[in-house]
């Protein structure tokens, strides 16, 4: 199973940028399907992003357009690209990769969107 490690979030004023990163550990990096997940105060955990082992992604619909996921297999990183970022984003972020079954969850970091 793969190991995960979030990079920090942060504080960003709306309508600002912020890129999330996640490494692995593992050789067969390349194989799995990564994900970013997220999780507001009282809400469930949601899923915001995918992107499988051959390059396809899909958002949510409250982000799309606005956010990027991406992977660099030869790194073992993953990444989140979120611009144009609102109120509504503030939540604990999650990465996330599934391989045959099997999850392993990075260990969130918190993104505060305020002025």
């Known amino acids: 199973q793969v190991q995960l490690v979030e990079s920090a979030g942060g504080l960003v004023q709306p309508g600002g940028s912020l890129r999330l990163s996640c490494a692995a550990s593992?050789?067969?990096?390349?194989?799995?399907?990564l994900a970013w997940y997220r999780q507001a105060p009282g809400n469930q955990r949601e899923l915001v992003a995918v992107?499988?082992?051959?390059?396809?992604?899909n958002y949510a619909d409250s982000v799309k357009g606005r956010f990027t996921i991406s992977r660099d297999n030869a790194k073992n990183q993953m990444y989140l690209q979120m611009n144009s970022l609102k109120p509504e984003d503030t939540a604990v972020y999650y990465c996330?990769?599934?391989?045959?079954?099997?999850?392993?969850w990075g260990q969130g970091t918190q993104v505060t969107v305020s002025s």
């Open positions: 593992g050789s067969i990096f390349s194989r799995y399907t």
């Open positions: 996330n990769a599934g391989y045959l079954g099997f999850a392993s």
């Open positions: 992107i499988t082992s051959g390059g396809s992604t």
